[in-house]
């Protein structure tokens, strides 16, 4: 079995603001980030989409305590988006303080861009990562 979608191709594409997943030909239902078989059915049989990118956001959290290279980062707040295409996926919130960050921003229209960020000593290098910005 074989990978449709890689990890490289995909983070690739999220450095030009382009959201790839995986949509099952058995159920319809849409992966990412990108996986092996369909987290919905199981099904190895996926072709390639693009998604929109938007949603609104369904939860947040915001950090204050960073993980081990990400010290001068802190507070970011991280939020969890459904997105206008189906499926969930979380990334970072830009454009608010996250010592600001309220029960307000649940439900509120974010679009998706990206930013890199520096690999640490557990990463293979530089990745790009799912950054929000809310929509008025």
Not at 52 to 70: D, H, L, N, Y
Not at 75 to 81: D, S
Not at 87 to 110: Q, R, Y
Request: charged share 30%.
């Amino acid at each position: 079995m074989e990978y449709k979608l890689i990890f490289k191709d995909y983070n690739e594409a999220l450095k030009q603001d382009r959201l790839l997943g995986l949509k099952c030909r058995a159920c319809g239902a849409i992966t990412i980030p990108p996986k092996m078989v369909c987290r919905q059915c199981a099904s190895p049989d996926m072709e390639i989409i693009e998604l929109k990118g938007s949603g609104k956001i369904r939860t947040f959290t915001t950090v204050f305590v960073a993980s081990e290279g990400r010290e001068e980062e802190i507070p970011y707040t991280i939020v969890m988006v459904e997105l206008d295409d189906g499926p969930w996926m979380m990334g970072n919130l830009d454009g608010i303080d996250p010592k600001e960050a309220s029960m307000e921003l649940i439900g509120k229209k974010v679009k998706m861009g990206h930013r890199v960020f520096p690999g640490d000593k557990y990463s293979a290098g530089e990745g790009a990562r799912p950054l929000f910005s809310l929509v008025n």
